[in-house]
């Protein structure tokens, strides 16, 4: 809407409240605005003080204030000056001009708004598909898997490598060969045994469930365990127990997520009987069923998930490596990425740390990040996150180190409800620590308690961290939820900093329009590249797909005026110093 549509637009709405008002006594104006007010829902009248299409639908707020606001400038009018004075007159065209100009940025955000909800339909059509083919999947058995070397260990599973008892020797060889006859040839020929762990030879991982009271019956385990399948496929569970799994804790049906490049998906889930796994009676007697061990507490079956075999968690990663600058950033990113897509779907991890997050690499060498265990997480037929804690017996989560602030202090009562809608972005905030090559502070080794902290406790991240990534990890750290970005908002703030640095350059009335100009070509690149991203990489591909397909023009308007906050912050440091 130009400037001239909206003065014209102001004169005439002026115009009509000078006609309407000045014309007429303040006693039958008022008369008509109360019948209006006293009809209701029976319809506007023929004549009102606004015109009905003058705001959205969505407005409507604002076009019952206007009215109000009206009405008090016309009583007060006929209160102090009488007729149609100049000033009376002046007063009616300046109200229609605002409204005018009201309109007009009404429009703009609505054009804007279209705009986002467009890309981000074109993006939601092409969705991660993970790669099921090349992992050679095999049935719902355990004897169709071949299983090797523990390779993780939790305080409620171990985790084998494994591989389908056919597959193939090499991806270009399709003979399917037993895995079996070709350890027997690798150690035939004084090679490495196939046993060990090789992401070539055993593709798979399968998490064996700890039983001890959930009993031997499959539906009695799944029940038990249904949290475990919230990231299952489709096709994970035999369709004649698909109905055994719809029973999860709290009393809620737990949700199954939808694939998303950064949360783990379990291809097979069955139960089957517990056997004698290699460690099992070094690492984890007590949980053995009596057959296996006279002394053992465990139950005779349990629960099986087939997942891909990742060569690395994060912490194992970080141990021994440092990211790069951007490195750290994508990291970071595909953190706040797999936590936003759990709380679209109405899951909280509630157990997120490093040793929770599964690490391999894209064929440019960035690390791909996944979101695993969800033993502890809570699922919830709508998105509120809310959990009633009306006793001290109802579990709150998994690692205490990691707990946010809102849910360690949560007091048990009638009416308590704990809101975990952004507890695990608190959680990615104290992980950033980690990513960045400092140790969690949260952690004994620095002694912060996330039930007592303060802010200014926080320790410096080091200078060669990007500045935004410092701005996103104290923004998620923030002890009020409410002063704190939800996981949505803060990966806006890292996609902005990585690929939108030229849309924050202009300020003011141009901001919005120049950045829905780059949202359009942002969109326009990532469709003609395809799958790989600006530096060949797939992961930032993937994460550039995630951003357009979850925009949201007010999320992202946050996100912009969190930058531009950290912006101002850093400039009156460099001027005070």
């Not at 007009?104 to 991660?128: P, W």
């Not at 040839?185 to 593709?203: D, M, T, V, W, Y």
């Not at 998490?207 to 799944?222: Q, R, V």
């Not at 690499?361 to 009633?388: A, E, N, W, Y």
Request: aromatic share 8%; proline share 6%; glycine share 8%.
């Amino acid at each position: 809407m130009s400037v001239k549509h909206a003065l014209s637009r102001g004169l005439e709405l002026g115009r009509s409240f000078f006609q309407l008002g000045l014309l007429k006594s303040g006693g039958r104006v008022a008369a008509k605005l109360r019948a209006e007010r006293l009809r209701g829902a029976a319809g506007p009248s023929v004549r009102c003080a606004q015109p009905q299409a003058f705001l959205p639908h969505r407005y409507r707020y604002y076009r019952t204030s206007l009215r109000g606001l009206a009405a008090q400038l016309q009583a007060a009018g006929f209160r102090r000056f009488g007729g149609g004075s100049a000033r009376n007159r002046a007063v009616f065209l300046a109200f229609g001009l605002g409204v005018g100009l009201i309109e007009q940025q009404l429009e703009e955000d609505r054009k804007s708004a279209a705009t986002c909800h467009e890309i981000q339909a074109v993006f939601r059509k092409k969705r991660f598909e993970p790669p099921l083919k090349p992992l050679n999947l095999s049935g719902y058995k355990l004897d169709d898997y071949l299983i090797g070397n523990q390779i993780g260990k939790g305080s409620n599973a171990a985790v084998y490598e494994a591989a389908a008892r056919f597959a193939p020797l090499h991806p270009t060889n399709t003979t399917k060969t037993p895995l079996v006859e070709l350890e027997e040839k690798e150690e035939k020929h004084g090679r490495r045994s196939i046993s060990c762990c090789s992401l070539r030879n055993f593709p798979l991982a399968i998490k064996m469930m700890w039983n001890f009271g959930a009993g031997s019956s499959s539906e009695a385990i799944l029940k038990s365990m249904s949290q475990e399948l919230v990231p299952a496929a489709p096709t994970a569970v035999k369709q004649e127990i698909e109905h055994l799994s719809l029973e999860g804790k709290f009393g809620v049906v737990p949700r199954r997520v939808t694939a998303h490049p950064n949360v783990v998906q379990v291809y097979r889930a069955f139960t089957a009987d517990v056997p004698l796994l290699p460690g099992a009676q070094e690492e984890y007697p007590a949980v053995l069923p009596i057959r296996l061990n006279p002394h053992g507490l465990g139950n005779n079956r349990t629960l099986f998930l087939v997942m891909k075999n990742y060569p690395f968690t994060l912490r194992q990663y970080l141990e021994v490596c440092t990211p790069s600058r951007r490195h750290s950033s994508l990291m970071l990113l595909q953190l706040l990425e797999g936590v936003d897509h759990l709380c679209r779907e109405g899951v909280a991890h509630r157990d997120l740390k490093s040793d929770n997050v599964l690490l391999e690499f894209d064929s440019d060498g960035c690390p791909r990040l996944v979101i695993s265990d969800f033993g502890c997480c809570l699922t919830q037929r709508d998105t509120s996150l809310q959990l009633p804690f009306n006793s001290v017996w109802v579990n709150r989560g998994g690692n205490a180190s990691l707990m946010a602030p809102e849910v360690a202090t949560a007091v048990p009562g009638p009416a308590a409800v704990i809101d975990y809608s952004k507890a695990d972005a608190w959680a990615v905030g104290a992980m950033a620590y980690e990513i960045c090559g400092q140790p969690n502070p949260f952690y004994r080794a620095v002694g912060l308690e996330s039930r007592k902290y303060h802010e200014y406790d926080l320790p410096l991240l080091p200078p060669t961290v990007p500045a935004e990534v410092d701005l996103v990890t104290r923004l998620l750290l923030r002890r009020n939820p409410q002063k704190r970005p939800s996981a949505r908002v803060a990966a806006n703030m890292l996609h902005l900093s990585l690929w939108g640095r030229r849309a924050l350059s202009v300020q003011g009335s141009e901001a919005t329009r120049r950045l829905v100009d780059w949202l359009l070509c942002q969109s326009a690149v990532v469709l003609l590249r395809g799958c790989r991203g600006p530096r060949g990489s797939t992961v930032e591909a993937e994460l550039q797909r995630s951003f357009l397909s979850n925009l949201e023009l007010e999320e992202l308007r946050t996100a912009v005026g969190f930058l531009l906050y950290g912006q101002n912050n850093q400039d009156l440091c460099v001027m005070s110093a």
